[in-house]
């Protein structure tokens, strides 16, 4: 039995938006094991966002919990909470989210800034992971210097900074084009196989949650649909 | 460390619009300023120090009272008997009274008015060391010369005083009455004291008759180991009795060295601390720039800021990127500053000791230069302070959401 790494417990997310209240999460259980690879799919509205955050440690819960490798975070301060993103989850945009006045390795390095790793380590660590999505000669390069599909490897390379034990990837092909996605889509998969990775992929693209051993369907802040692609 | 953000902050200053220079622009004007202000506040109170140190804080001047210079009053002086009388005060050691005068100089049939003092020549040593001046060319007046004159500095000068300098030996008159030039004193630093005519007391006294025995002040220092404050207020007490005046009423004043350089420096210092003021109003302006530049820049970094905190940067962390940045903007306004206040305080004191106030020469200790860019780096980070919290206390949620 693998051991559970992300666990939400009937959460739920209240919004306020002026004087009516939206619940964005009604309730949601969610359990993701180690080494998964899960793809959330729902349309728009479902909450798939809002769980992602959650999922992220970008939010906290209205109500319910969420665990972590069994530790409760939706109590956590935003430090501590930055922290532990830091260090435990590695994040894959849709729009790449590059910083633009930093070159390709810097991008990759920032991460590990925070975490105050020294510098040489830093720069070893950065430039391997750059050589692994394939973009070891283009490491001085500005984002604005590199193709869709470039500035989403160095993204792919950025989530791996710190080694995190997941991977989040919130709809990361939605930019780039079908052979350029799936470019994309098979390093995930590399990531999830041969490193052991744990990913949860948000996607409305049925072909991209192909890659994934389990999808969630998401609908009014709730799972109504479980389907395993592989078992187990 | 922090080294990494402090890079970081670098890098995005490289990236800065148009408008960050601006801001940069207005704290420079300031810290210029400021910088230039204070280079002339520090060598004007070196120069008093020196000065200080070099003539003895031991001397104490008793002034008659009246209107203008000393000595130009007629109506109040001092007299040979109250030398005589303070000489034997305890504490006192050397003393000497001075007469002091305008005069006619006439050169090259032009003629100027200034200051003719006359000095015992036998106490022209503890003059000299009083006003801390020394002879740069021929000799000292001595007893005897009656138709000689020490002159001051400027007198050599061409198209000073007179459009061709004075050279030893030649021929001037004062108030209509032959004198040859016999030597210069050093440059003092001040016009006035620089166009002083030195004679002896004899010869003033055969020019100005009616002068006789009737001292512009009396220069005194006190013996080793006396409080020079205090040989003043005894003077102060036993002059007045001997002078048979009531007590507020005398017609004299005494001061001490080094009351007169306090109120010599304290004019200064007020005057050099309304312009400083003045001019940290101008850092006020630049303090505003630099706050609306930074909530612009964080408007337009949300998303940036949104990523840092997603990938593990925590409030702090934002928090000291931002004031950093910050404050870099006033470093660098604060670098350029201190470069433009030191070629304009530079320039300024050229011009200064060009119309002869030498004494006005802008000095620039490091820890001047040092205290101005701590300083401005320190404003752009206060300027900064707002902005860069509103910055970490961004959700990372919306910030990322944020277009």
Known sequence: ?232 | MRRDEIIYSIQNLRKRKLRSWLTVLSILIGIAAIFALLSFGVGIQNYVNTLADESGRDKLFIQARGIGAPGTDDNFFLTDEDVNFLSKLKGVDEIIGMYFSGGEIEFDNVRKYYFVSGIDPDKIDFVEETFAVSIIKGRHIKEGDLNKAVLGYNYQLDGKIFKKGIKLGDKISINGNPYEAIGFYDEVGNPQDDANLYITKEAFEQLYPNKKNKFGFIMLSSQNGVIPSELAERIKERLRKFKNQDEGKEDFFVQTFEDALATFTTIINVINGVLVLIALISLVVAFVNIMNTMYTAIIERTKEIGVMKAVGARNSDILFIFMFESGLLGLIGGLAGVIIGYVVASIGGRIAAANGFALLKPEFPIMLIFGCLLFSFLVGAAAGYFPARRASRLKPVDALRYE
């Open chain 1, 1 to 232: 039995m693998r051991k559970s790494i992300i666990k939400l417990e009937n959460v739920w997310k209240t919004y306020t938006m002026g004087n009516v209240e939206v619940n964005a999460l009604q309730g949601l259980n969610l359990e993701v094991k180690e080494g998964e690879f899960l793809a959330i799919m729902g349309p728009s509205g479902s909450g798939k966002s809002t769980a992602v955050n959650m999922i992220g440690c970008l939010d906290v819960p209205t109500k319910g919990r969420i665990l972590l490798d069994a530790h409760d975070i939706s109590k956590l301060g935003e430090s501590e909470l930055a922290q532990i993103r830091g260090r435990k989850i590695g994040f894959i945009f849709q729009q790449f989210n590059l910083i633009p006045t930093l070159t390709a390795l810097e991008n990759v390095a920032l991460p590990i800034v925070f975490q105050s790793v020294d510098r040489e380590t830093r720069r070893k660590r950065s430039t391997e992971l750059l050589e692994i999505v394939e973009l070891g000669d283009r490491m001085e390069h500005k984002p604005t210097e590199l193709s869709g599909g470039q500035q989403q490897r160095v993204a792919i390379a950025r989530a791996l900074a710190n080694n995190p034990e997941v991977i989040l990837a919130d709809e990361p092909t939605g930019n780039l084009d079908s052979s350029t996605g799936e470019t994309v889509m098979s390093f995930l998969q590399k990531l999830n196989r041969k490193e052991g990775k744990t990913i949860i992929l948000v996607t409305h693209d049925k072909n991209v949650a192909t890659h994934a051993d389990r999808i969630e369907f998401l609908k009014d802040g709730k799972i109504i649909k479980s389907l395993n692609r592989k078992g187990g």
